[in-house]
């Protein structure tokens, strides 16, 4: 068996990878911009970066297991293929085939995921959900990725686009979400939902002639972020203490869903927003057990709600793995 993988996160804006140990240590790293102007810009880029990556540390090709890319999208891991991926040009790209030609690493050697589902499969094997048989991670950035392991399998439906965790709707007739719905989880509960939570408070104390310490935050960090409320609030800024409330109830409303659903031993929170810690995590966990459905079953039974613990690496580790 090799000692080595290598881990491909392919995301809209930058390539990043890694030489990554059985023990899901990352040994070397590479990082790029993402060349996304034409499919072969994107196959290039992949190519490149698992050629550098064995310059690095002076492996041939044949002393590595596995390499794995997470991709963006609806990808079938079978058959290596990227069926739809809204941010890239890669609509029906048979990556594992085409990275094989430009690395001269054998296609059966090449494995592909979804980027969510393979970031929850580093914390499974390597995170916060080690030793689970059943674990779910949702990722808090842009929009809301999640993914579902069970017994080590990645959970993905008969035709690999399960797991869309930011496509539940959680207010009927709501905003109108990029995948067409309205009222997706995505479009209240994601890092960019909260800045534009964020911005309406400081436009509405504005309009209002109220003071509010997220203008003032805003104006010295020259803009509005996904921390911005979470701080002015932790200063004692009622305005700033409405959205953050009013946030966290938008999570727990999504989180108790994925609980009723799934059930799972550990669900574990990623993304940008979890940086806020047990800020974030205390009160998500007392309305989530206000809500759940088992909420009357031994708490030994309850499902753990936990921060993520491989961080920007989970990508890596989990492609590494699949």
Not at 94 to 118: F, K, P
Not at 151 to 177: P, Q, R, S, W, Y
Not at 245 to 254: E, K
Request: with cysteine.
């Amino acid at each position: 068996m090799c000692e080595y993988n290598i881990g491909i996160d392919l995301g809209g804006t930058n390539i990043a990878a890694g030489v990554v140990s059985r023990d899901g240590e990352i040994s070397e790293r590479f990082t790029a911009k993402t060349d996304v102007s034409s499919k072969g810009s994107v196959m290039a880029g992949l190519a490149e970066a698992a050629r550098a990556l064995l310059a690095k540390t002076g492996l041939g090709s044949e002393q590595i297991g596995t390499l794995g890319i997470a991709c963006p999208g609806i990808v079938d891991g079978e058959g290596g293929v990227v069926e739809y991926s809204a941010n890239l040009p890669l609509l029906g790209a048979d990556v594992v085939g085409e990275v094989s030609r430009l690395t001269g690493i054998e296609r059966g050697r090449i494995r592909i995921a979804n980027d969510a589902d393979a970031a929850a499969l580093g914390e499974y094997r390597f995170g916060a959900g080690r030793g689970c048989g059943d674990f779910l991670m949702i990722t808090i950035g842009t929009g809301i990725g999640g993914g579902y392991i069970s017994d080590g399998k990645i959970l993905t439906g008969k035709n690999h686009a399960g797991g869309e965790l930011g496509h539940t709707v959680i207010v009927f007739g709501g905003e109108e979400c990029g995948c067409g719905r309205r009222g997706c989880a995505e479009r209240y509960c994601s890092a960019s939902a909260l800045v534009r939570q964020t911005k309406a408070a400081i436009e509405d104390c504005e309009r209002r002639g109220v003071a509010t310490l997220m203008s003032e935050m805003a104006k010295s960090y020259g803009k509005v972020s996904a921390r911005t409320a979470f701080r002015a609030a932790d200063e004692g800024d009622e305005a700033a203490a409405e959205v953050v409330d009013r946030y966290i109830s938008y999570l727990a409303c999504t989180v108790t869903n994925y609980i009723n659903i799934f059930q799972p031993e550990v669900l574990a929170v990623g993304g940008g927003v979890s940086n806020e810690g047990e800020r974030l995590l205390a009160p998500l966990r007392e309305r989530v057990l206000a809500e759940m459905y088992n909420k009357r079953q031994p708490r030994a039974l309850y499902t753990e709600i936990k921060r993520a613990e491989l961080g920007g690496d989970a990508g890596v580790v989990g492609a590494s793995e699949l």
